[in-house]
């Protein structure tokens, strides 16, 4: 019997959100290989709907817009009732090869109106600046660009990625953010310095209420902790890993021990790694909600049952040492 979803709403909104959601990323069928297929896209975001899953994440970047079309194709009329979070702020050169961050107002209301007519909507549920960049625009300038397309109807909800702590926290004070998205994983910990303690600030009794939702993304770390890799991968130059040092010597070999904890567990639990990877960032103090790209229907199967695991605490004491050998 399939494993019923688990929702969980966004401080401060409406938001009602599956812990786990689906990312477009690999779906623009750009810089992730020569193996995506359309039929393939629109099987895993078939089976994403069928499993509960009720939020996509993605980007006009992603594949220069391909990954809104393949989404809304597979979405149809449904694409009304999920939560599509997109971003906002990145700008390409004349030749379409260079993405930069972009935020100054006059590009947030055109990049933002470009995205309506690609994802064929009245409103975009969640709009999140890309990357931070101050270098033209003061942050102050970008958020009142969002804060007033929010006012004109145009998007219900407006977040930040790839913050750190400092210009997040200035940011929650300028303007009524209601997302951080951010890197997450066994293997990547930097929301643990600083950010986290913007998002849930620890009171003498605890942690207080959380601030604003966090959507942990990569928390596979591009695949590498679904046991697949025995060996380091050889990608083709298509494949934007055939330059990440993990699935390369020796930070291969150091996260290796991790992976076949995970297969063990995994075993002795009956749930596939990838599933492990993605409940313990679900499980993070200050985590709302985790994001896991996928390219066909058999990965999403295996990412949802990630809601199985999570009120299941020891799990985590089993793996804590191979986590933290990890750590950079
Ligand atoms: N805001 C930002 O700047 C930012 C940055 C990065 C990502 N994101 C968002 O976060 C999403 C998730 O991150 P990500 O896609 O980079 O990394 P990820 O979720 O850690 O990994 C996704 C990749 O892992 C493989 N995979 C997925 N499920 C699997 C399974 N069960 N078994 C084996 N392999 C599996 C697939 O690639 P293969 O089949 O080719 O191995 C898939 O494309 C993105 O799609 C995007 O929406 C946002």
């Known amino acids: 019997m399939a494993t019923a979803m688990k929702y969980r709403t966004l401080p401060g909104t409406d938001l009602q959100l599956s812990a786990v959601g689906f990312g477009c990323w690999a779906i623009g069928e750009r810089w992730w290989g020569?193996?995506?297929?359309?039929?393939?896209?629109?099987?895993?975001?078939?089976?994403?709907?069928?499993?509960?899953?009720?939020?996509?994440?993605?980007?006009?970047l992603y594949g220069h817009g391909r990954a809104d079309e393949v989404l809304v194709k597979a979405l149809g009329a449904k694409r009304h009732d999920v939560v599509i979070a997109t971003k906002v702020g990145v700008r390409w050169d004349n030749e379409g090869m260079h993405a930069q961050?972009?935020?100054?107002?006059?590009?947030?209301?055109?990049?933002?109106e470009a995205s309506l007519?690609?994802?064929r909507l009245d409103v975009i549920p969640l709009?999140?600046?890309?990357?931070?960049?101050?270098?033209?625009?003061?942050?102050?300038?970008?958020?009142?660009a969002l804060t007033r397309l929010q006012e004109q109807g145009k998007i219900r909800y407006f977040g930040l990625c790839n913050y750190d702590a400092q210009s997040l926290a200035r940011a929650l004070e300028l303007a009524p953010v209601a997302s951080l998205q951010t890197p997450y994983s066994m293997i990547r910990r930097e929301f643990e310095n600083g950010l986290r303690d913007?998002?849930?600030?620890?009171g003498a009794d605890g942690p207080a209420a959380q601030r604003?939702?966090?959507?942990?993304?990569?928390p596979l770390a591009r695949g590498l902790l679904s046991g697949k890799f025995r060996a380091p991968?050889?990608?083709?130059?298509?494949?934007?890993?055939?330059?990440?040092?993990?699935?390369?010597?020796?930070?291969?070999?150091?996260?290796?021990?991790?992976?076949?904890?995970?297969?063990?567990?995994?075993?002795?639990?009956?749930v596939p790694p990838a599933a492990l990877a993605i409940a313990w960032?679900?499980?993070?103090?200050?985590?709302?909600?985790?994001?896991?790209?996928?390219k066909r229907p058999a990965q999403v199967e295996q990412n949802v049952r990630a809601v199985e695991l999570l009120s299941r605490h020891r799990l985590w004491e089993a793996l804590a040492p191979h986590v933290d050998a990890c750590r950079p």
Do not use: K, M
């Open 117 to 119: 007519r690609r994802l």
């Open 198 to 202: 913007v998002v849930a600030p620890r």
């Open 233 to 270: 991968p050889r990608f083709p130059d298509t494949d934007l890993r055939a330059r990440d040092h993990r699935f390369q010597e020796p930070a291969f070999s150091r996260i290796r021990p991790l992976v076949r904890a995970l297969e063990l567990v995994g075993q002795r639990v009956d």
């Open 101 to 112: 961050s972009h935020l100054d107002p006059e590009w947030i209301v055109t990049d933002t």
């Open 34 to 60: 020569d193996d995506v297929r359309e039929e393939d896209s629109l099987a895993a975001v078939q089976t994403a709907l069928e499993r509960g899953i009720n939020w996509f994440d993605t980007a006009p």
């Open 212 to 218: 604003v939702g966090v959507l942990a993304y990569e």
């Open 281 to 294: 960032v679900c499980t993070r103090p200050g985590v709302s909600v985790a994001i896991a790209g996928a």
């Open 127 to 144: 709009l999140q600046v890309h990357w931070p960049c101050e270098r033209d625009t003061p942050l102050e300038a970008s958020l009142e």
